[in-house]
């Protein structure tokens, strides 16, 4: 081969070589390694060039396939991860336990810090400085809460619990925290204790709060604080306490009274006998008389704590107690005098039949009009009502004794000085007694409580001090036969709910609590407010429709009638219901509410409750 056919020859190789190249680049850069430059040029640094860039094509290639890999194997760890995280996240909020996420990295350095300042006894740094352990709350971050927590300090979301998280607490609360730093001090991670905190609405709450701090060195150093609200049930324990002291203080009574009337029944008896040998000008008589006097006395005191023991002697028969409260009218109105008016709601014309001793219920209703009498001091009005009740499976938080069934109610109300919660818890106790020395034995209300008891009665108390008390007495509905009314069946298919949006407003947390799991339950949209002022507030944030609210009438600085008037402006078309503890005869005496108002008096049941929002919706 001549130069020049050489020439040529090296010319069309360079331009193939330069195509395929070319071709490789595009589908390098497409990410396509299928194109090879294929080798045998009669120029071997050509063959050397093609073979190079295939080799740097195999080279990227595996670059390649190796990235996506790892591509595919960080995709896969984070969707993972995401998941892991979303599984975190719903159990976080969904759980009804209060659970706050919070970084106290800074309280074990300090913790850790005192240490090296030269403190060798942490309790007694602690007793010498208790203003430090206010200082923790500065060094806790608060990174997270759910909703749970929301809920039970009564807060309308998170931030606002958490701008206002120290609120929460009290002396009381950080003094129990001392256990926390001294468990740090000696190297513990996990903590559990009881201790009290506040709602942002100020109610009080005993909780158990569990504290888990990670170890030194993990991956992530948050801490995760568990609050479980345990205020239902120290209230329980603590009605269970009194229930036990009742019976206790009951079986005391009982035995000292029935000794007691053995040795009356001899001084009385030889007194009697020493009246009958004497005349009475004898000079010895007035002192006989005063002996059998107080004797007999004595006697009616014996009888009164057997009532509350539950020993005496008693005929029960079948009573209309409306017989018996129209029988009792004159008598009390010569009892309680002409300063307090007795208003009697009760209809001859409707039979209550309940199963009782007579002179028992005579003396029920009695006592408790002399004990009204003495609450309204210069004047009142007492209210006699009586009506047919169901009681549901819906307990109330006045009511936990009473089992599911018809009841005949007794409502004794007066308009008198009522009482403070620490007095109401001890009212049925053997004398215990709010009126001054000898102006009382402190038996009249123990004595009620006695014979409701022996009766297979219950008897409740509602009052608000300056509002007057309200007494209900539950017993059993009997029918004419003698035998007791069935019990109350679940109407739940028949009740009908809503989608409506109600505005709770209670000042009572538990009656709150039980209110609104029911109507969420029956499709209600529920806003809660725990006073006036907090509803006020709802109703002017609140951009959409509220349909019905739902208040207590007797509430701390604004009643409900108040709230109700005061609203008209914000929601017009808002239509109302008022609940209470007292009846709307009480409400409407003292002036509270107006003739004709939607009421529904607590204890409610689900279906009465239900239907009366529901109708009043349909109006």
């Not at 006998?273 to 010895?284: A, C, G, I, N, V």
Request: net charge negative.
């Amino acid at each position: 081969m001549n130069p020049e056919e050489q020439s040529n020859l090296r010319q069309d190789e360079a331009e193939r070589l330069t195509e395929e190249i070319l071709d490789v680049i595009l589908s390098l850069s497409a990410l396509d390694f299928s194109k090879k430059i294929e080798v045998g040029y009669e120029d071997s640094n050509f063959n050397a060039v093609a073979v190079g860039l295939n080799m740097l094509g195999q080279e990227l290639e595996r670059s390649v396939i190796s990235k996506q890999a790892l591509e595919e194997e960080v995709d896969k760890r984070t969707k993972e991860l995401r998941v892991r995280e979303q599984k975190y996240r719903n159990i976080f909020e969904s759980t009804s336990i209060s659970i706050w996420e919070q970084d106290v990295s800074k309280l074990v350095y300090a913790v850790d810090a005192l240490r090296s300042d030269g403190i060798k006894d942490i309790k007694k740094f602690l007793s010498q400085n208790p203003g430090w352990i206010f200082k923790t709350l500065e060094w806790v971050s608060i990174v997270d809460v759910n909703r749970a927590s929301v809920s039970m300090f009564e807060a309308k979301n998170k931030k606002e619990l958490l701008s206002r998280f120290q609120e929460l607490l009290k002396e009381e609360t950080l003094k129990s925290f001392e256990s926390v730093v001294v468990g740090l001090w000696n190297g513990k991670r996990e903590f559990d204790f009881e201790t009290v905190m506040w709602t942002l609405s100020g109610h009080r709450l005993n909780v158990m709060i569990q504290i888990r701090i990670p170890p030194k060195g993990a991956p992530n150093n948050n801490t995760l604080m568990s609050i479980v609200n345990l205020t239902g049930q120290r209230e329980l324990e603590e009605q269970l306490r009194q229930s036990q002291k009742m019976e206790a203080v009951g079986r005391l009574a009982g035995g000292v009274a029935h000794d007691f009337n053995n040795l009356l029944t001899v001084m009385l008896n030889y007194g009697q006998m020493l009246q009958e040998e004497l005349k009475p000008t004898d000079s010895m008589r007035k002192q006989v008389d005063a002996i059998v006097e107080c004797s007999e006395r004595a006697s009616a005191l014996t009888q009164q704590l057997l009532a509350f023991s539950r020993k005496q002697v008693i005929t029960p028969n079948i009573l209309n107690l409306n017989d018996i409260l129209t029988k009792l009218h004159k008598m009390l109105e010569r009892l309680l005098g002409e300063n307090v008016l007795l208003i009697n709601k009760v209809s001859p014309e409707v039979s209550m039949l309940i199963k009782a001793d007579a002179n028992q219920v005579e003396q029920i209703v009695m006592n408790l009009a002399i004990n009204a009498c003495d609450a309204m001091g210069s004047g009142g009005k007492l209210i006699l009502e009586t009506s047919e009740v169901e009681v549901d499976a819906l307990h109330s938080h006045d009511r936990s004794e009473l089992e599911p069934g018809h009841y005949v109610m007794l409502v004794v109300s007066d308009t008198g000085c009522g009482m403070p919660l620490d007095v109401q818890k001890r009212i049925f106790e053997p004398f215990y007694t709010t009126k001054g020395v000898g102006q009382g034995t402190g038996l009249g209300l123990s004595t009620v409580y006695g014979n409701m008891k022996q009766n297979q009665g219950t008897i409740t108390v509602y009052s608000e001090e300056g509002h007057g008390t309200t007494f209900k007495l539950y017993f059993p509905k009997i029918n004419k036969d003698g035998s007791i009314e069935a019990s109350a069946s679940s109407n739940e298919d028949e009740t009908t709910g809503g989608s409506e949006t109600i505005l709770l407003v209670e000042d009572e947390e538990r009656v709150r609590t039980v209110a609104r799991t029911l109507l969420a339950k029956y499709g209600y949209k529920v806003l809660e407010a725990c006073n006036g002022g907090e509803a006020l507030l709802i109703c002017e944030q609140e951009k959409g429709r509220i349909d019905i609210m739902l208040t207590d009438v007797i509430m701390p600085n604004m009643n409900g009638k108040q709230l109700a008037e005061r609203l008209k402006t914000i929601k017009p078309d808002m239509k109302v219901v008022f609940m209470s503890g007292y009846t709307d005869n009480v409400i409407t005496e003292n002036g509270v509410l107006d003739e004709g108002e939607s009421f529904i008096q607590k204890p409610f049941t689900s279906n009465s409750l239900l239907k009366l929002l529901r109708e009043k919706l349909d109006s």
